[in-house]
């Protein structure tokens, strides 16, 4: 469902008022997990919504998993999904929000480095008509040259590359339209660009700066590890995210400057050998035939790429019927998403 | 789960070429398997035809043995094998053993206690006779393996094996899969137990190992790394690899261009720019082929999963006492 602020401005009528998913993923966080609750309903409740919360235990080594069935008892209102064994952050949020029944699907840590009293600010942010609100850390508390300076240029690069220019894509307090993120594929090491990702469905996505805590209990557990896995996803998303429709296409395009200067090499070696009489240079002769080689093997592979889209699952009808606008005789209607 | 399932077994034992007598090898297991005092069934599938074998399973069956066999009309190998006893299984416990001696039956009991605490229990004969030669052999193998899947194991050539049956259904297994069930089945998050059993005195081949069986273990080392390690990734290694390659090439072609512009080398007489040309190249499919795993996965991603739930524990209310708890399994590898 898609609120606009323009058609309710007095607030969400009570019939529409959505439905809010807060996604709580926990790596072992025995000490954490009794006070995210705690915080989280104390900042929900004020609200006034109906709201569910989604823990997802990581496969934790200490009493997680125990508090987290104990809250579950106690508390209808949360959903536990618990992995059989530690499978990383992305699984995670995606175990989430597959599990999560809500419109509107908040995404956060389980270390109260994020705050719960902040969400109230992305509700509003939803309610103006955006599909994905994410949370800017400006004051983030975590050490410069190991944390924060690494994360800045990625986050750069990433905003760059996916042309998604988001200051902080490793703040997970995030919110989502519920229809939309759920149609979004996350795998891998993903959840550091799941706006990028989402990117394909092309939504509007707006940045509000969110209140930042340093950790109270714990070590931090997912770290902006290698600077090459970020390099190689970046690469990955940019490539699934424009182009897996059409890799014939893509890929030719790549090879197209190789096909001219292969062309070109050869064909001035030849000439040159022809008709100048001179020996064929070996270098230009060589060099203009490994461009061609290299572009054939190049469109191969694209047209290998059309071969797997075609067998796959994922055809982008499906992304842009997620924040398409239909307008029937001058009426906009917002709610086109019925599945 | 509020009721443990009685325990039922269903025995699967894989006959391949390597096969010992089969009135004589039942006997054994049906010792061990009685002394577990819980209820059983065997399978035995024969894989390829194996007349000896055949005629000492039918005179069982005819003396009244409450045997299953499953022939498989040529050679298929023993993961094979094991899919075609399991599609006629109906224990909650499924115990793989050797057609041919390997541990002490009367052990067998040890490996159906070990799933108490995990879902998968592999035989460790333990202490183990051969010759140092055979135990170079193995320390390499076993070694290698644990370098590759970061998982230590000591015996991955025994064929005993028990594990809850949910483990056979979500890890689908091909080709000498069988051998690295237990990488398989971690994979998935299910845990695995290494128990300590004997070994049976009359496990002794007799025969030469062929180089067959010295490199199609490594071979399948190798599948088994990029199973586990790469298949949901496949840039991380192609691209790795591709871009490494690459680099060095243009390096090269690069240092041989100034040679040529500022050094007066000639380029024409140097094997160096076929090598630094060919790594360019090199580099650029092995890239490709990364970027079309990645399209692979993406457009599947949504029938690969690459998690397990283990439950969903959610109480309703008006259900105060009766968790909804459903347990999930999805199709990974």
């Known amino acids: ?339 | 789960m509020t009721q443990r399932p009685e325990k039922t077994i269903s025995v699967i034992i894989p006959v391949g070429w390597r096969s010992a007598n089969a009135v004589e090898l039942y006997g054994e297991y049906k010792q061990g398997l009685d002394a577990t005092h819980l209820p059983y069934q065997v399978i035995f599938v024969i894989d390829g035809p194996n007349p000896a074998f055949q005629a000492g399973v039918e005179s069982l069956a005819k003396a009244g043995e409450p045997i299953q066999i499953v022939n498989l009309a040529r050679t298929f190998g023993e993961a094979t094998a094991i899919m075609a006893g399991f599609e006629q299984s109906q224990g909650n416990i499924i115990l793989t053993l050797p057609a041919y001696f390997q541990i002490d039956a009367a052990e067998i009991g040890k490996l159906i206690a070990g799933l108490d605490q995990a879902d998968l229990t592999v035989a460790h004969r333990w202490p183990r006779k051969g010759g140092w030669l055979e135990g170079l052999r193995r320390g390499a193998f076993h070694g290698l393996v644990k370098l590759m899947t970061k998982i230590p194991m000591r015996d991955l050539g025994c064929g005993a094996r028990a594990f809850k049956r949910i483990v056979l259904e979500e890890v689908s297994l091909y080709g000498d899969q069988h051998r690295f069930l237990p990488m398989l089945a971690d994979r998935q998050g299910f845990k695995v137990l290494e128990v300590d059993i004997r070994q049976s005195p009359k496990d002794r081949f007799e025969g030469v190992y062929g180089l067959r069986e010295y490199t199609r273990p490594f071979l399948d080392v190798f599948t088994v790394f990029f199973l586990v390690r790469f298949t949901k990734k496949p840039l991380r290694f192609f691209g790795m690899v591709g871009v490494s390659t690459f680099a060095i090439g243009v390096v090269l072609t690069f240092v041989m261009v100034i040679q040529r512009l500022f050094f007066n080398h000639q380029l024409a007489d140097r094997p160096a720019l076929l090598l630094s040309s060919l790594l360019v190249v090199l580099g650029l499919q092995l890239f490709a082929i990364g970027l079309l795993g990645e399209l692979i996965i993406f457009t599947h991603a949504k029938s690969i999963k690459d998690y397990q739930v283990d439950r969903v524990i959610s109480f309703p209310r008006g259900a105060e006492h009766q968790p909804v708890t459903e347990s999930e399994s999805a199709d990974g590898f």
């Not at chain 1, 995210?36 to 609200?47: G, R, S």
């Not at chain 1, 939504?203 to 209990?217: D, N």
């Open chain 1, 1 to 339: 469902m898609r609120y606009h602020a323009a058609l309710f401005p007095s607030g969400w009528p009570k019939a529409l008022r959505p439905k809010l998913s807060i996604i709580v993923p926990f790596y072992n966080e025995e000490e954490s997990i009794q006070a995210m609750y705690a915080a989280i309903v104390a900042a929900i409740d004020k609200l006034g919504v109906a709201y569910e919360m989604v823990f997802v235990d990581d496969g934790s080594r200490d009493k997680t998993a125990e508090l987290a069935t104990e809250l579950a008892r106690k508390d209808p209102r949360v959903r536990f999904v618990k992995f059989r064994r530690n499978y990383g952050q992305t699984p995670a949020m995606a175990a989430g929000i597959e599990h999560a029944t809500g419109d509107i699907l908040v995404t956060m840590d389980g270390d109260l480095q994020n705050d719960p009293a902040d969400i109230g600010l992305f509700l509003d942010k939803m309610a103006e008509g955006y599909d994905i609100v994410v949370g800017w850390r400006h004051n983030r508390q975590d050490k410069m040259v190991s944390r924060k300076i690494p994360s800045m240029i990625a986050n750069r690069l990433i905003g760059k590359v996916t042309g998604v220019p988001i200051r902080d894509n490793g703040c997970s307090l995030k919110a989502y339209r519920g229809d939309l993120i759920k149609e979004i594929p996350l795998y891998s090491e993903m959840h550091r660009f799941i706006p990028a990702m989402a990117s394909i469905a092309g939504p509007r996505i707006a940045e509000i700066k969110v209140r930042h805590h340093a950790r109270q209990f714990g070590k931090s557990k997912y770290g902006l590890s290698r600077v090459y896995k970020v390099l190689l996803d970046l690469m990955v998303i940019k490539t699934v995210a424009s182009f897996t429709s059409r890799p014939l296409l893509w890929f030719t395009l790549l090879t197209l400057p190789m096909m001219v200067a292969g062309t070109a090499l050869l064909a001035y070696s030849l000439y040159e050998a022809l008709y100048l009489r001179a020996a064929l240079s070996l270098p230009i002769a060589g060099t203009g035939v490994i461009c061609l080689t290299s572009a054939v093997i190049l469109i191969s592979a694209g047209a290998f790429g059309e071969l797997v889209y075609k067998l796959g699952d994922m055809r982008e009808f499906q992304f842009a019927r997620l924040t398409q606008r239909v307008t029937t005789g001058g009426r906009i209607q917002h709610e086109v998403l019925a599945k």
